[in-house]
């Protein structure tokens, strides 16, 4: 991906002056649906994230707030105090400015500087090792050595110069650290080869020159004549033009030291500070004092004069008014401090401190109640308010009834039946209401007049009769329950 340039403006805020409506906890969980969003909800959106980048752009790490869940060994943070925080251990708020919550928190940075004093100290540790030269108590330390000063040595043993008055006798040497007696050593003086050690003859300085030699040592003498020194930083060069030819350097090389800027310098060798600066394309205000400015750590507190910043940013006697005197949206009115007070201030009523669970809703339709006996009795109901008046036997107010041109039958809401039908001598009539416990029935002449008195019911049950004797046809009537 190419370079994203930062746009310009990143702190001129989206509706800084406009109208803007928090939309809501609730409506924040679900978004926008199919709908045209209110411009002041979207104002207040717009403004919100406009001020968190452009929070961000000024800060660069955004500062710690108490509702972030931040994340151990992932989360950065600025504190109150200027500094950056790395979050130790997942939480969400333990203020990293706290002592107390060293578990959740660390310092991000070493204080700028404090590397190179340890630095430094180090390597004076380091110097005094190496020489000895910061050893406080040397005669403990030889002790703790188990050496000698110089002039026990003295004493001890015969001095550097020499001392004609002092002998040593020394028996053969057998290992590698033991003394020589002068008859020992005589009789290991044999001519040096590669593969035996003795005595060597001296090269001449042209031997030493030409490198040709093999049976001869070169001294000290002739190497300085012939090599150049470690010491002497290439002085030994013959011919420095050609030597810096063969390094590959360029004649940048032989200019002195004053025609470059040197880095610990700092720029202080520049001659001319003006041009510099104008070459860099900085501006009058580079060359001011930084107390000409306000500082971002000190968060406005290098303000000279609190109270005319506040007027010239338009801020009221409420910007530095004790918070505590206010509510806090977040804290959803748990600040005030008489809530009674507030509910009539607010018009509301004692039903207002009642739970929901307390009242019926329209939409459930009286469902909720605990008790629909008791609300039945409360509204002066009988025990025919709960009788169905459609398709239940018993005693209620159901009325059944089954008829037509041959006959029926219908059931009062007490249980009574009543079931009537035309019969002929010899017919079993079934009823379409079967009784329960007994009834009667009644026979008329039909009304073709056929029938005559002196009929008879035989085979009567709770599900029908017969007709047994009797001339012609009747009508039939039967009551019972």
């Known amino acids: 991906m190419a370079n994203i340039a930062k746009p310009s403006g990143i702190n001129l805020l989206w509706a800084a002056g406009g109208t803007k409506v928090d939309p809501g906890l609730s409506k924040t969980n679900i978004g926008w649906v199919v709908e045209l969003p209110p411009y002041q909800y979207q104002n207040w ?33 600025q504190g109150s105090d200027g500094l950056i925080y790395k979050c130790l251990a997942t939480h969400t708020n333990f203020n990293p400015t706290n002592p107390l919550n060293s578990a959740y928190w660390t310092r991000a940075f070493e204080v700028y500087g404090a590397a190179a004093a340890v630095q430094a100290q180090l390597n ?14 040397p005669v403990v330390a030889r002790s703790n050595l188990s050496v000698f000063s110089k002039t026990e040595s003295d004493v001890r043993f015969a001095a550097l110069a020499g001392n004609s008055g002092q002998v040593f006798n020394v028996a053969p040497a057998v290992g590698a650290s033991h003394a ?22 001296i090269a001449t300085l042209g031997e030493t020159e030409a490198g040709t030699n093999d049976t001869k ?12 020194k470690k010491s002497g930083n290439l002085a030994g060069l013959t011919n420095p033009a050609l030597a810096r030819t063969n390094l590959g350097l360029s004649d940048s090389g032989i200019y002195p030291s004053n025609t470059w800027l040197i880095r610990t310098s700092n720029l202080g060798d520049l001659t001319n500070t003006s041009v510099a600066r104008n070459n860099l394309g900085l501006g009058t205000i580079a060359t001011q004092p930084i107390g000409s400015f306000l500082q971002a ?43 009674a007070q507030a509910r009539i201030n607010l018009g509301l009523g004692s039903a207002a401190v009642v739970p929901q669970e307390a009242f019926l809703f329209a939409a459930n339709n009286l469902s909720e109640l605990p008790n629909k006996q008791t609300a039945r009795n409360n509204l002066g109901l009988g025990n025919l308010a709960t009788a169905n ?5 018993g005693p209620d107010l159901t009325f059944t009834n089954n008829w037509d041109a041959q006959g029926g039958a219908t059931q009062l809401p007490n249980g009574v ?3 009537w039908g035309n019969v002929v001598v010899g017919q079993t009539i079934t009823f379409r209401i079967p009784f329960w416990i007994s009834y009667s029935v009644t026979l008329t002449h039909g009304p073709n007049a056929l029938g005559s008195p002196g009929s008879g019911i035989t085979s009567k049950t709770l599900n029908g009769f017969g007709l047994g004797y009797g001339n012609g046809g009747y009508m039939w009537m039967a009551i019972g329950v």
């Open 417 to 419: 039946k009543i079931q």
């Open 297 to 339: 750590v000190n968060n406005l507190g290098d303000l000279t004069n609190p109270v005319q910043a506040r007027l010239n940013l338009g801020l009221t006697a409420v910007s530095f008014a004790d918070p505590n005197i206010f509510l806090y949206k977040n804290e959803n009115l748990f600040g005030l401090t008489n809530p």
């Open 45 to 77: 959106l717009d403004n919100r994230q406009d001020t968190f980048i452009a929070h961000i752009n000024q800060h660069g790490i955004p500062e710690w707030d108490n509702e972030t869940e931040y994340q151990g060994n992932l989360s950065y943070t």
């Open 389 to 393: 008046a459609y398709g239940i036997l």
């Open 217 to 228: 040592a070169v001294t000290p003498a002739k190497g300085q004549a012939v090599y150049l």
């Open 124 to 137: 004076t540790h380091l110097t005094n090792y190496a020489t000895l030269s910061g050893i406080t108590n």
């Open 180 to 201: 020589v007696p002068l008859g020992q050593l005589s009789s290991l003086l044999v001519g040096a080869t590669e593969s035996t050690p003795g005595q060597i003859a």
